[in-house]
């Protein structure tokens, strides 16, 4: 039957003034009131009127909503300015169509309801874990408490966001429990980028994605992880189009070029996370202020993270050639959950100012939660935002002090920017992974497409913390342990690389010195000595304790102890005359090093290893692990290896003195035991001497129980002999010395003290409260409620005491005697050692150098 359309002029002009007002709506930005004026007119055109009019609107929308997707407004840096554009004109008469309607369809408010759909949706009965029943009763009693009032689009997204994720969550729980295998499976080296927000961890996410052998979650997996049971996957195609209807109202607030999203680019695990319910995704759609606070106190976060494993391995399942590449911001709030549930990661940590960080994100997290909610205090949103980013810096800060070095690579924001491919490269280096020609070109081409800026400039400025009642004090004071320990990581431009650091003298003192303490000033501490373990005593101080007044008091005119590098003043190199090497298991010192931005690199390795032992027949070319000892040689010798590892197994490295045999271990040198139990000459002489270098004492001076709580500290006899995958593996590029300079130079950074050339004659703990003075040997004296004593105990009588120390502590910080080696560092103009299949290193039983390395 025809369509037919009989209608007054009446009806006409209404028609006719219902388009009319539309077009005002579209071009002049009319308010929600003439919005609402369109459609009190539509109810009251006929039917038919109502459809063409419809028709038309629909298509003037369309092809206005199609111009508007790809157009960003751009942002300023008056926030409350741009986040006062009106909504789109399509997005407000739609809004204020279905504002009439009831919106039970969408009911974001009935915790029960919403597990309900979730596991209808699933086609699954609702056995959820009690912690998810809770997270989403939490989420939406935090909805209702602040009243939030959504747009169409807003209430949309939150509802599947929550509904999806309930859903998914039963689905990946059935697939395992359809396929008990899946729960076995490990996961392939993944890299996890962490770090507070806008710190370039997606900047990060994406060069790595790039390689070939990875594999990442773009975003609409993210939002649907799992596929469904039965029938065509419509995940993705699904995903597109709610992205369309939310991009639409996101771009009027600039977002593509604050934060630039694709349904297909990598995107971070947030989304993947609120599958259990926990995630700081909803915080970002909607100011849920309890919510929010309930996270950092949640129980749920386990669960959320054993579901996310449980996601990750059906991925793996699929591709088990690949590795993951992964990236969450949040991942800084549960770093021990997440390495505790994915034992596998390799962490890599971003590093950018804390308080650019806080104004980037002040804009970022407004925006967001203006695409879906209307009437926003966005100052409020910014105020508690910034709160949980500086729980996100301080559970840094704590994971970094505890977890081994080798498990985190640091990554200041300088690099991101300046260095992209050679990152991408170190990173994979310093994890052992492949990194392919093909990654380093697939980098360059997505570095020329996406270059800074390609998307829009995002303005920002200090000035929206000001606005939101944020004083600079408050944002220093909120991130000043991650400043203090991360500081050599949030530099704004590279520190000079070594090799143009040759011919440049050292520093006397360190750069960054606080002015001294005023007279008669009581400090909270004074740390006395200036080497590693007293900069690392205060640096520890300082992080824990921000407001801490901290003093150290160096006797020479450097700091480091026996950490030295010298410059040569004919060559102008840098070498180490005190410790130099590094390797695995000194996990402490390495993670020094990477917070402190110093690299570190492999000794040469490459070839054979030279003997000399008369005993032994000469000078011989082998391998450390078989010395040219003859046959019976190399028997005895690991006969005895075997034995020493065997009994350092048996110590206790905290209370060694337990050991059954302590006293009888305590009263034979390492000399005497080994000559007891070798029966080969040559092995007798090479052994002793290879340990002179390790102990820096000679086999006689060293008891058998000191010996072997030395060998099981460092892990075994072996490592600590061993350069490749031993103690000597590594060394410092520009010098060890530097680790203490940077030290004293952070720790001068934020508000503590470093003297140098105070030698201290006296410490006299005073009666009254004040505590302890501290005289130097130039009668300054100092004032501290407490002291720290970080020198040799052997120095320990060059300081007069009062009340004195104990005479048995005394006597026996007397006896205590440091190792005392003479090293030499010879210089060629090219290594010709190479070139003749040898490596450098150097074992010499006989002369008076003993151990020589490249």
């Known amino acids: ?68 997707l790809h157009v960003v407004q751009p942002t300023t840096s008056d926030l409350e300015q741009d986040l006062s554009r009106p909504l789109p004109w399509l997005v407000r008469v739609i809004g204020a169509v279905l504002d009439v309607l009831p919106w039970t369809i969408w009911n974001i408010l009935d915790a029960e309801e919403l597990l309900e759909k979730g596991a209808k949706d699933a086609g699954l009965p609702a056995l959820y874990p009690p912690s998810v029943r809770e997270s989403v009763e939490v989420l939406c009693a935090s909805l209702r408490k602040e009243n939030v009032t959504f747009h169409w689009i807003g209430r949309l997204n939150m509802h599947d966001t929550i509904v999806s994720g309930l859903s998914h969550l039963l689905q990946v729980e059935e697939a395992h429990r359809q396929n008990p295998a899946l729960s076995e499976i490990q996961l392939k080296d993944p890299l996890v980028v962490v770090g507070i927000p806008r710190s370039g961890t997606t900047v990060m996410h994406n060069l790595l994605s790039k390689a070939s052998d990875c594999m990442f979650l773009p975003l609409w997996e993210h939002v649907y992880p799992a596929p469904p049971r039965s029938g065509r996957d419509n995940r993705r195609m699904w995903f597109r189009i709610q992205f369309v209807f939310w991009k639409w109202v996101a771009n009027n607030f600039g977002m593509d070029s604050v934060h630039y999203l694709e349904p297909d680019l990598p995107d971070e695990c947030t989304f993947s996370l609120r599958l259990a319910g926990v995630s700081h995704l909803f915080w970002s759609m909607a100011p849920v202020y309890d919510y929010l606070e309930w996270l950092h106190h949640s ?63 002040a804009s970022l997290i407004a925006r967001l939660q203006a695409t879906s909610v209307k ?39 300088w690099r991101l920017v300046t260095q992209p491919e050679k990152l991408v490269g170190d990173i994979h280096r310093a994890f052992d992974l492949p990194f392919s020609a093909e990654h380093a070109r697939a980098l360059s081409a997505y570095l020329t497409q996406n270059s800074q800026g390609s998307k829009g400039k995002h303005n920002y400025s200090v000035k929206m913390l000001e606005q939101a009642g944020l004083t600079e004090h408050q944002v220093q004071s909120g991130f000043k342990r991650y400043a203090t320990y991360f500081a050599n990581y949030l530099e704004t431009k590279p520190p000079p690389k070594p090799e ?42 300082l992080s824990e304790q921000p407001d801490a007044s901290v003093l150290v008091l160096e006797a020479a005119g450097r700091v480091g102890g026996r950490a030295q590098t010298v410059v040569t003043p004919k060559l102008s190199c840098r070498c180490d005359v005190g410790g130099a090497y590094v390797g695995p298991t000194q996990d402490r010192i390495l993670r020094v090093a990477r917070n402190l931005g110093v690299e570190t690199y492999k000794v040469y390795t490459k070839g054979r290893v030279m003997f000399n032992s008369p005993e032994a027949g000469g000078v011989k070319a082998g391998t450390t692990d078989v010395p040219p000892v003859g046959v019976f040689g190399l028997l005895d010798f690991n006969a005895l290896l075997v034995t020493l590892e065997r009994m350092a197994l048996e110590i206790d490295t905290s209370h060694p003195y337990l050991h059954p045999n302590a006293a009888e271990l305590d009263a034979v040198s390492v000399k005497e035991w080994v000559d007891t139990h070798s029966r080969s000459p ?62 004293a130079s952070a720790i001068g950074g934020v508000g503590g003290m470093v003297l140098l050339q105070s030698p201290v004659s006296a410490i006299h703990q005073r009666s009254n409260p004040d505590g302890v003075s501290v005289t130097c040997c130039d009668g300054r004296k100092h004032f501290a409620k407490r002291v720290v004593l970080a020198v040799p105990p052997n120095l320990y009588s060059n300081i ?55």
């Open 1 to 68: 039957m025809p369509f037919t359309c009989k209608a007054s002029s009446e009806q006409y002009a209404h028609c006719f003034l219902f388009a009319t007002l539309c077009f005002l709506v579209a071009n002049a930005g009319f308010g929600t009131l003439d919005v609402s004026l369109c459609t009190i007119l539509a109810a009251g055109l006929s039917p038919q009127l109502l459809i063409i009019s419809a028709g038309v609107f629909a298509f003037a929308g369309v092809f206005a909503w199609y111009k508007q």
């Open 800 to 854: 007069k005491f009062t009340p004195e120390l104990p005479a048995s502590k005394l006597e026996i910080a007397q006896r205590f005697s440091m190792g005392r080696v003479v090293k030499t560092v010879l210089f060629y103009k090219r290594a010709w050692w190479r070139d003749l299949g040898l490596n450098g290193q150097i074992f010499d039983v006989a002369g008076p150098g003993v151990f020589f390395l490249d």
């Open 500 to 541: 143009e650091m040759h011919g440049a003298p050292l520093s006397t003192e360190p750069a960054l010195l606080s002015k001294p303490e005023e007279k008669d000033a009581v400090l909270d501490v004074i740390v006395i000595g200036g080497g590693l373990s007293g900069l690392a005593c205060a640096q520890r101080l």
């Open 299 to 361: 129980t749920g976060w386990k669960t959320s993270y054993l579901i996310y494993r449980k996601k990750l391995q059906m991925m793996q399942a699929l591709h088990p050639q690949k590795r993951l590449v992964l990236k969450c911001p949040s991942h800084a709030f549960n770093l021990p959950t997440l390495t505790d549930v994915i034992p596998e990661a390799h962490l890599i940590f971003t590093h950018r100012s804390p308080q650019v960080l806080a104004a980037s994100e």
């Open 375 to 413: 009437g926003l205090d966005w100052k409020k949103t910014v105020r508690h935002n910034a709160r949980k980013n500086m729980a996100y810096s301080e559970n840094m800060v704590k994971f970094a002090m505890s977890a081994p070095a080798s498990k985190i690579f640091h990554v200041p924001y």
């Open 682 to 743: 040559a092995v007798r002489t090479m052994f002793a001497r290879v340990l002179e270098p390790i102990l820096c004492k000679s086999a006689e001076q060293v008891s058998m129980l000191y010996f072997l709580w030395y060998a099981r500290s460092g892990d075994s006899l072996k490592r600590l002999m061993d350069v490749t995958n031993g103690a000597q593996e590594r060394k410092l590029a520009g010098g060890s010395q530097q680790i203490a300079e940077r030290m």
